[in-house]
């Protein structure tokens, strides 16, 4: 399969743990983006890397969320002391740079806090 | 907040009707797109149109932009129970790197 892949596709957690969602891109491309959408709304974007460098997350949610591509090749979204209010499905996507005009979707990762 | 806005919410169709859902954003762009989510599923990329375009075809889908009203609208012809999804317009600006989507709609085809 050489689509985006993402893992794991659904995560049940308590109030106050911590989570880590992994990401997977299409091979080439250089470019990884995360969103979190919620019940019947849109993708909400929260931060993209261009190889390693995170170059936009000023629109992480709070500082309990961060996010790394180490070698510039897969991604990881942490979620430090969750609370009910993350529960929602996390969208990774990539594209190739200066492609902004083609996003691939992976599955996404279903969070559920308790 | 979310850059635009799709109309209607949800829709309902007999299969082989046509179907067309309506976006509205808020600042200038650069290019439009369409997505489509089966589901519990990510999106799909399904056609992009340009600022300067004003249509866009790609097999039984339309794309219009209408860019003095801020506004697109998506056809898909002949519909099949296939199509039942939600459908998402998404945004980019000069000097943005990243899509803004909006709030998307929800197509029922009935076979």
């Known amino acids: 399969d050489t689509g985006v892949s993402q893992d794991p596709r659904h995560k049940i957690t308590k109030r106050g743990q911590n989570v880590t969602f992994r990401c997977d891109p299409i091979?080439?491309?250089?470019?990884l983006y995360w969103y979190r959408q919620t019940l019947g709304q849109g993708p909400e974007f929260l931060t993209y890397?261009?190889?390693?460098?995170?170059?936009?997350k000023s629109r992480l949610l709070s500082d309990r969320f961060s996010a790394e591509r180490p070698k510039g090749s897969f991604s990881t979204l942490e979620i430090q002391r969750t609370e009910q209010g993350d529960s929602a499905m996390y969208l990774c996507?990539?594209?190739?740079?200066?492609?902004?005009?083609?996003?691939?979707f992976g599955s996404g990762t279903q969070l559920s806090v308790l | 907040s979310q850059q635009g806005e799709e109309d209607p919410q949800a829709l309902s169709i007999q299969e082989g009707e046509n179907a067309t859902m309506n976006c509205s954003y808020k600042?200038?762009?650069?290019?439009l797109q369409w997505y489509r989510q089966n589901s519990g599923r990510g999106l799909v990329h399904l056609i992009l149109?340009?600022?300067?375009?004003r249509e866009k075809h790609s097999g039984r889908l339309r794309v219009t932009l209408d860019t003095s009203k801020k506004s697109s609208s998506l056809l898909i012809t002949a519909s099949r129970a296939a199509d039942t999804a939600s459908y998402f317009c998404?945004?980019?600006?000069?000097?943005?790197?990243?899509?803004?989507f909006g709030t998307g709609t929800r197509l029922t085809v009935i076979p």
């Open positions: 149109i340009r600022s300067n375009e």
């Open positions: 091979s080439e491309h250089n470019r």
């Open positions: 600042t200038s762009i650069n290019n």
């Open positions: 996507a990539s594209s190739l740079q200066g492609a902004i005009e083609k996003l691939f």
């Open positions: 998404a945004t980019d600006s000069a000097g943005a790197n990243n899509l803004f």
């Open positions: 890397f261009q190889n390693e460098a995170q170059l936009e």
